[in-house]
Nanobody, 124 residues
Framework: QVQLVESGGGSVPPGGSLRLSCLVS?????????MGWYRQAPGKELELVAG???????NYADPVKGRFTISRDNAKNTVYLQMNSLKPEDTGVYYC?????????????????WGRGTQVTVSS
């Protein structure tokens, strides 16, 4: 079984930055997985924030383009989400997700493995 553990959440003022990390463990070959970050704001549905393939191809949700950067270190089995210029509307629980195979994914159901989430709060 594959385990995903997020870290790095917290509370920051608008304009601040955070870097989320997702440690992946439990099965060999996870470095070939497509990985993604999702978020869920209070009272809203889960939404894709960013995704990255094993080869480094990326996709981003429009609201975070130019502010967030997804990256991965396959040697460390870790995926990162660098979040800059944070806004109050970025507040929510952020989840790491993993999908075996290749290619960017855009739908929640395309990811097989999920972490428990880390809280991000942007408030003055």
């Amino acid at each position: 079984q594959v385990q995903l553990v997020e870290s790095g959440g917290g509370s920051v003022p608008p304009g601040g930055s955070l870097r989320l990390s997702c440690l992946v463990s439990g099965r060999s070959g996870v470095s070939t997985y497509t990985m993604g970050w999702y978020r869920q704001a209070p009272g809203k549905e889960l939404e894709l924030v960013a995704g990255i393939t094993s080869g480094g191809s990326r996709n981003y949700a429009d609201p975070v383009k130019g502010r967030f950067t997804i990256s991965r270190d396959n040697a460390k089995n870790t995926v990162y989400l660098q979040m800059n210029s944070l806004k109050p509307e970025d507040t929510g629980v952020y989840y790491c997700a993993g999908a075996p195979g290749f290619g960017l994914r855009s739908k929640e159901r395309e990811y097989d493995y999920w972490g428990r989430g880390t809280q991000v709060t942007v408030s003055s």
